[in-house]
């Protein structure tokens, strides 16, 4: 099965990398923002943290990345909680995983001289490839998409 089958877009599970649950809730917790953001509201943590089923201080620690990274801000305060630091079009899927992760996919031959050429220029390869795949992907883009499928259509 090759691994460009969905609109040329990698199948990451395809290569055997593997992100962590914290990349899983950094990315619900920014939909879920995304999803407030018209509002111009701060969410509580506590809010977001039962909405989407994530532990409150685990949801904690990836918003002071996301916040690091100013894809959220926060404001404090009795009406505190958090909101996107920028519109949802602005942001993408690498840019959450980068905040929580670092580099999406890394390979110690990328920059190892004992690894044969062709090998490292196919390491760089995959590396841009899956960069370039999370950085196509906008929030707006998820967002729109979670929408209309939300909507119901009736005959």
Request: glycine share 8%; proline share 5%.
């Amino acid at each position: 099965m090759s691994a460009l089958d969905f609109g040329g877009t990698p199948r990451i599970r395809d290569f055997g990398v593997k992100l962590s649950v914290k990349s899983d809730y950094a990315a619900r917790a920014v939909l879920w923002l995304c999803q407030h953001y018209q509002d111009g509201v701060p969410r509580p943590v506590e809010e977001m943290a039962s909405a989407q089923g994530i532990p409150h201080n685990y949801l904690v620690q990836i918003l002071i990345e996301l916040k690091s990274a100013h894809i959220v801000k926060s404001q404090r305060g009795k009406e505190g909680g958090y909101l996107l630091g920028r519109a949802p079009a602005e942001i993408t899927f690498g840019d959450v995983l980068r905040s929580v992760h670092g580099e999406i996919f890394d390979s110690p031959a990328l920059g190892d001289s004992q690894s044969p050429p062709a090998l490292r220029q196919a390491w760089r390869q995959l590396h841009e490839t899956i960069n370039n795949a999370a950085d196509a992907i906008t929030f707006q883009q998820l967002l729109e998409s979670t929408v209309e499928k939300g909507k119901m259509y009736y005959i």
